[in-house]
């Protein structure tokens, strides 16, 4: 079965340092990754996305994301982390079975906490 | 405007009651796609559309209906409503692999 894993439901970083959120997923093929952001009382916004070619991924907001197929894992990082940075991060990977392709199938969140 | 909307943007309502979330694109995207939001779970899909009059089961769709009569609208209706739907739900339309989200609606089910 296709599955995202977001291990930490928290992570706590210091403005100025760079941050890491990881992702693991389970998928048979090549996967299409994603990472979304939810701010509070908001619907989530689409931050960048993994589906073929350079394996580090640029995204909105000084984001990246590094593709690592061998440890399937879409990790999300900024070298430098904002107070506004703080929020839910969703995982996410293309369903690409039967009826259901092209759904996402989302991980749990991991909830962001950035302080000055 | 352009985007997605749904009202209402808050709801209370009572068990057995029948509730109706809308939901509104202007992007004219063939795909919509219902999710809920409780803690713990992530976001699940409940129905999503491919098009217009094509609507398929998500992860999640018992006590939920939905239709599209029209591109941009994708309603969602809670047949009898229970305590258990207690949740965030999230519209969202997308075009190639990206999604684009909804403010969601809060539903309470006393």
């Known amino acids: 079965a296709q599955s995202v894993a977001q291990p930490e439901d928290q992570v706590n970083v210091a403005e100025g340092n760079p941050l890491t959120v990881k992702c693991t997923y389970s998928?048979?093929?090549?996967?299409?990754l994603f990472w979304y952001v939810q701010y509070p009382n908001r619907g989530l916004q689409f931050l960048l996305k993994?589906?073929?070619?350079?394996?580090l991924v640029k995204g909105s907001y000084g984001f990246e994301a590094e593709f690592n197929k061998s440890q399937t894992s879409f990790h999300l990082k900024k070298p430098s982390a904002l107070v506004s940075d703080s929020a839910l991060y969703f995982c996410?990977?293309?369903?690409?079975?039967?009826?259901?392709?092209?759904?996402?199938?989302f991980g749990k969140g991991t909830k962001l906490s950035v302080k000055p | 405007d352009a985007g997605i909307t749904q009202s209402p943007r808050y709801k209370i309502t009572e068990t057995g009651r029948q509730v109706t979330l809308m939901c509104h694109q202007t992007?004219?995207?063939?795909?919509m796609f219902w999710y809920r939001q409780d803690l713990g779970h992530g976001l699940r899909l409940i129905y999503y559309s491919a098009a217009a009059d094509i609507t398929d089961k998500g992860e999640v769709p018992d006590g939920y209906v939905v239709s599209r009569s029209k591109t941009e609208n994708f309603p969602l209706t809670l047949e009898s409503a229970t305590r258990s739907q207690t949740s965030v739900y999230f519209c969202?339309?997308?075009?190639?692999?990206?999604?684009?989200f909804g403010p969601g609606t809060r539903l309470l089910v006393l």
């Open positions: 998928v048979s093929g090549n996967p299409y």
């Open positions: 969202a339309s997308g075009v190639g692999e990206t999604q684009y």
């Open positions: 992007w004219s995207h063939s795909y």
């Open positions: 996410a990977v293309r369903a690409n079975y039967g009826g259901s392709q092209g759904n996402l199938i």
């Open positions: 993994y589906i073929t070619g350079d394996n």
